[in-house]
């Protein structure tokens, strides 16, 4: 019961951290525009992320069942996954770098099982196709590396195709008129940004509690819960069925989140809303607009896609529509080095916790 919580804290720390980089990045455009103070956008964030949150629960599946073999995923096991996505969570934080959490997490959980099935590499789910489409296989190939390859191109030509389409339907109003009508649809488009980062990122630590309550429950750590507890037992998802979330956890990963926004989020939005382009209202509303239906879109099918890729590359992209030259290489090139270490980093750190709590008797 002690470890449970001691998983589900730890959880809960993640999702703050996740704050930091994920939804940061998610209204780091409205607050570069001066749409939104950084207050207000903050507010906008916790109400349309816990919206969000509460619609659908496909990607909380896919990690709860869908990445590694969950009878090696113990809770003593997640604690060190969760360690090793915070420590890069917050180094890539510090150095202003919109890393992505979602493959942090995933790094984490994927390395620490590893470690703990003594380097068995059967233990992580690499690939079940899908019977029909692509879409509907399982593993970290399908739900992982394809889409950590098509959403940043989504992301990048949506941005360029909708800035460009812009530019043309905009090419005789006044720059005033333009600023003036896109600061109020921006309104709009980051609450759609907002909702679809709920419908991804949140659920994501609800899938790492939701692998902790079904350990929990299978280890027996759960047989003297009180009546008003036993929500808390899970059983593992069915196929074909939707994955079973108590509304308090949802709730909690949701604000959560947002506290993390409010508390560090800064750093981040700086480097995307400031020194990768200059950002008017009408880019951020492409941006955020595309970016939103990256993360929509794979949420439906179950991909646990990176709300820093689709926001990022969308950014680029509306740079690009104006000018190539408009982007800074050297800013895009850190970001990019910081995407491709993720998954590899957080899964060696993952790995070498494990390792050392094993040798020091903690595992």
């Avoid at 389409?165 to 600023?179: A, D, E, G, S």
């Avoid at 907002?194 to 509690?209: E, L, R, V, W, Y």
Wanted: net charge positive; charged share 5%.
């Amino acid at each position: 019961m002690t470890l449970a919580i001691i998983v589900i804290l730890a959880a809960l720390v993640f999702t703050y951290i996740n704050g930091f980089h994920d939804t940061a990045n998610s209204i780091a455009t409205v607050v570069a525009t001066k749409v939104l103070s950084p207050r207000q956008a903050v507010l906008l964030a916790a109400v349309t992320n816990l919206i969000g949150a509460f619609c659908g629960t496909a990607v909380a599946a896919t990690i709860a069942s869908g990445l590694v073999d969950p009878q090696v995923a113990t809770m003593a096991v997640l604690v060190c996954a969760l360690l090793a996505a915070i420590f890069w969570n917050l180094l890539t934080w510090w150095f202003g770098l919109p890393a992505s959490s979602s493959h942090s997490l995933i790094g984490g959980l994927c390395g620490a099982c590893l470690a703990a099935a003594h380097n068995n590499w059967r233990v992580i789910v690499w690939s079940i196709p899908g019977k029909l489409h692509w879409w509907q296989g399982k593993g970290v190939l399908w739900k992982v590396v394809v889409p950590m390859i098509t959403s940043p191109v989504a992301g990048f030509i949506g941005g360029f195709l909708a800035m460009g389409l812009l530019y043309f339907i905009l090419r005789n109003w006044r720059p005033v008129t333009v600023n003036r009508t896109f600061g109020k649809l921006q309104l709009f488009s980051a609450a759609y940004m907002g909702f679809s980062h709920g419908t991804n990122d949140a659920q994501k630590t609800m899938g790492i509690i939701a692998l902790a309550l079904m350990a929990a429950t299978t280890s027996g750590a759960f047989v003297h819960l009180p009546i008003w507890l036993a929500f808390l037992k899970a059983a593992p998802p069915i196929a074909g069925q939707p994955l079973l979330i108590a509304a308090w956890i949802k709730v909690l990963c949701a604000l959560t989140m947002c506290a993390g926004t409010a508390a560090g989020g800064w750093r981040i939005i700086k480097t995307l809303g400031h020194k990768m382009i200059k950002i008017h209202p009408v880019q951020g509303f492409a941006a955020e607009a595309t970016g939103a239906t990256v993360l929509l879109v794979a949420a439906q099918f179950g991909m646990p896609v990176s709300t820093t890729h689709a926001i990022t590359t969308s950014i680029m992209g509306v740079g690009c529509a104006k000018s190539f030259n408009a982007l800074k290489l050297t800013v895009v090139e850190r970001i990019l080095w910081a995407w491709v270490l993720t998954l590899p980093a957080s899964a060696a750190v993952a790995y070498l916790i494990v390792r050392i709590a094993r040798a020091t008797g903690l595992l």
